[in-house]
């Protein structure tokens, strides 16, 4: 398939706002493969990241809509009405830091859980042609930490974001503009951003703290269970969508780590600490768009926190 210098140059100058890192060299589209083949999950009817090796920033792939009227040949979708669902990667959960045994509070604590993606919502006219898919990875999780250095759990990474745009002209359909070409900080620059990083755990941009000694647990709304579509105040693992975990009062003196933040498609990772028999279990790692859970940070060690769950893209049709 051939792409003309403007449509090319389109692609390339698609926002890079994301990220002050330099944005990567732009994929190929002759080496994209087809969607259909490489990332839907048929058993969940979406698109997402699939057989990953090492820790890329996103997959990219390319997504054919037919005509209405043509005999379908190969996998794709028709042009026609759809209500697109999409998601950026989860955040990554901070690392946990060792406690003080000589301080007031206990000291350090769990590492807090990140926050699960906000989903996008539209009803777009997909018209014949063919789009490109850019799925964002989930963020990786906070470095342990190093108390000899006078370190405390690094801040977890945000997920990467996603997108969809219409090869031919460049324009973004529905997504983050610049996803593409978006560029994963580096550790120094994301901990500058983060903020401090001390004994009370890592925390960065829209998680939540996660365990810290004795003190008590955040309060924050979750989904009412016995009233759906409502809220109400809690304290505790989160459960509801889009925002970051904390850790019930009964885990904050083992120093367990935070709980990722949920998205419609799943839960969040839980926080790592002590679990059956008193053996230390790691954070998990977040489902589809959630957020992934803290490390363990208590008097005989701490860890780092787990990767965000990658994003998706949902099409339904109209």
């Not at 990953?52 to 379908?72: D, E, F, H, W």
């Not at 004994?199 to 309060?219: E, K």
């Not at 509801?240 to 969040?268: F, I, L, N």
Request: overall charge positive; aromatic content about 4%.
């Amino acid at each position: 398939m051939k792409l003309t210098k403007l449509a090319l140059s389109l692609l390339v100058g698609i926002g890079t706002g994301c990220t002050t890192v330099p944005p990567t060299p732009l994929v190929s589209l002759s080496d994209l493969p087809n969607c259909f083949n490489t990332n839907y999950d048929k058993e969940r009817g979406l698109f997402t990241m699939k057989d990953v090796i090492g820790n890329p920033v996103n997959q990219q792939c390319l997504l054919t809509v037919r005509s209405r009227k043509g005999v379908a040949s190969a996998p794709g979708l028709t042009a026609g009405r759809y209500r697109v669902y999409l998601a950026n990667g989860g955040g990554g959960g901070s690392g946990g830091t060792l406690q003080a045994s000589s301080s007031s509070d206990g000291g350090g604590g769990g590492g807090g859980g990140g926050a699960g993606a906000a989903e996008t919502q539209a009803t777009i006219n997909l018209t014949e042609g063919v789009y490109k898919l850019t799925i964002g990875a989930g963020g990786p999780g906070g470095t342990t930490c190093q108390p000899d250095a006078g370190f405390g759990g690094g801040p977890g990474w945000v997920g990467s974001p996603s997108n969809m745009v219409r090869v031919a002209t460049g324009e973004v359909v529905v997504g983050t503009p610049g996803a593409d070409t978006y560029a994963r900080p580096s550790r120094s620059q994301n901990e500058q951003k983060a903020g401090k990083v001390d004994s009370h755990g890592g925390s960065g941009p829209g998680q939540a703290s996660g365990g810290h000694g004795n003190r008590p647990a955040s309060t924050y709304r979750v989904e009412d269970e016995a009233d759906p579509g409502t809220s109400k105040l809690a304290s505790g693992r989160l459960v509801a969508g889009g925002d970051a975990g904390s850790v019930s009062v009964d885990d904050q003196s083992s120093g367990a780590g935070g709980g990722g933040g949920a998205t419609r498609m799943g839960q969040g990772g839980k926080g790592g600490g002590k679990g059956t028999g008193q053996k230390v279990v790691a954070p998990e790692r977040g489902s589809l768009g959630s957020g992934g859970g803290g490390g363990e940070g208590s008097l005989s060690g701490c860890s780092p926190g787990a990767q965000g769950g990658h994003g998706y893209i949902i099409f339904r049709p109209i």
